[in-house]
């Protein structure tokens, strides 16, 4: 079995059942004892879960963000995936947002051809890359300025208002870090207050979210199906998912 699915199905046994036995899961996902706890030691320094004596659980109580290194290299291949179907969305002259996520950050290599675009991201990777390979007739701003092309500076805009109220924006690209029947969650309340504010001054709202995160909760609610206008995955949801996107007129495409 591939490393990564291997991580992939312990995670989700570990989702679901909260405390599981090492016994247990060896049996589940068909590996040796050492390889489990080689696994498990991974898992845990990612913050995903506890070892304890004889199992496992999951790691419920942690509200931080997972460091960016860490996020940017879990799932990077469906994440590219997702990000090529929602780069058919961009064309020139618009006016886009681009959440911080690593999901979110596959996008920016498939725009910098794309002319006159209007970009505002909260993400200070996505920013420094853009404004070093888009083309000069896009720009690229953050809260507080516009990005200096070539330059890793911002040149300030003074304002009494929130700096976004100032965007007329087409389509607002977000992620997530988990979706089921009944909303989208973040771990971060500030991440779920942000992204709510940005949805409302938004068009339109399209949430990228691989496989990985169906089916999980989070601490803080950032909206219900109604809030987004386009999803798109890796893989096809399941019943459940695809049921509560189909009562709310959201377009839902997969890899």
């Known amino acids: 079995m591939d490393a990564q699915k291997r991580l992939d199905d312990i995670m989700s046994i570990v989702s679901k059942k909260k405390r599981v036995s090492n016994a247990d899961l060896s049996k589940a996902v068909f590996c040796s004892p050492s390889t489990l706890r080689r696994d498990l030691i991974e898992l845990e320094k990612k913050e995903l879960l506890k070892r304890i004596h004889g199992g496992v659980i999951l790691n419920k109580f942690d509200t931080s963000e997972p460091a960016l290194f860490l996020r940017e290299t879990e799932h990077l291949e469906q994440k590219k995936a997702i990000a090529n179907i929602a780069s058919s969305i961009i064309g020139p002259g618009m006016c886009i947002f681009l959440d911080a996520s690593s999901t979110v950050f596959e996008l920016c290599p498939l725009i910098t ?130 049921t509560s996107a189909e009562k709310n007129d959201i377009e839902w495409l997969f890899d």
């Open 113 to 242: 051809s794309i002319e006159h675009l209007i970009i505002f991201t909260s993400g200070l990777k996505a920013a420094s890359f853009l404004s070093d390979s888009c083309s000069k007739t896009t720009k690229i701003f953050v809260n507080g300025g516009e990005i200096k092309h070539r330059a890793s500076s911002i040149i300030k805009v003074d304002s009494g208002s929130q700096f976004i109220d100032h965007f007329n924006i087409d389509v607002a690209f977000f992620s997530a870090r988990g979706i089921d029947q009944n909303g989208i969650y973040e771990a971060n309340l500030a991440q779920a207050v942000s992204k709510k504010y940005v949805m409302e001054h938004s068009r339109q709202s399209c949430l990228l979210i691989d496989n990985s995160k169906f089916n999980q909760s989070q601490f803080f609610k950032i909206g219900d199906f109604k809030n987004y206008n386009i999803l798109i995955s890796n893989t096809k949801p399941d019943d459940n998912l695809l």
